[in-house]
Nanobody, 123 residues
Framework: VQLQASGGGLVQPGGSLRLSCVAS????????MSWYRQAPGKQREFIAA???????NLRLALKGRFTISRDNAKNTVYLQMNSLSTEDTAVYYC??????????????????WGQGTQVTVSS
């Protein structure tokens, strides 16, 4: 499975961005698609995930500003980010794994990572 993320860039504080991630290859082996981010000097952190069936899991601290969605026909997951602040500056990574609806707590058996896209929030 290959994951291609795009949509990052430079945005001013208070602005918005929408990231996209397209999955290709043996996509029948994956279900949930997720977004993570890693800021300089920090550990990678989970942002949000969504299954083929539309079940979502979202980092509570980002609820209300970030929204995850998915177009199964296009094998694409999106991350809409609003009211961005400098603290949102990070490399954003796309992930895909085999978890299905309501399976967020079970161990992942198969997962894949994309190459990351840089988001910089600065005036």
């Amino acid at each position: 499975v290959q994951l291609q993320a795009s949509g990052g860039g430079l945005v001013q504080p208070g602005g918005s961005l929408r990231l996209s991630c397209v999955a290709s290859g043996s996509i029948s082996s994956i279900n949930a698609m997720s977004w993570y981010r890693q800021a300089p000097g920090k550990q990678r952190e989970f942002i949000a995930a969504i299954t083929r069936g539309g079940d979502t899991n979202l980092r509570l601290a980002l609820k209300g500003r970030f929204t995850i969605s998915r177009d199964n026909a296009k094998n694409t997951v999106y991350l809409q980010m609003n009211s961005l602040s400098t603290e949102d500056t990070a490399v954003y990574y796309c992930n895909a794994d085999d978890r299905g609806d309501y399976e967020w707590t079970r161990p992942v058996r198969v997962d894949y990572w994309g190459q990351g896209t840089q988001v910089t929030v600065s005036s």
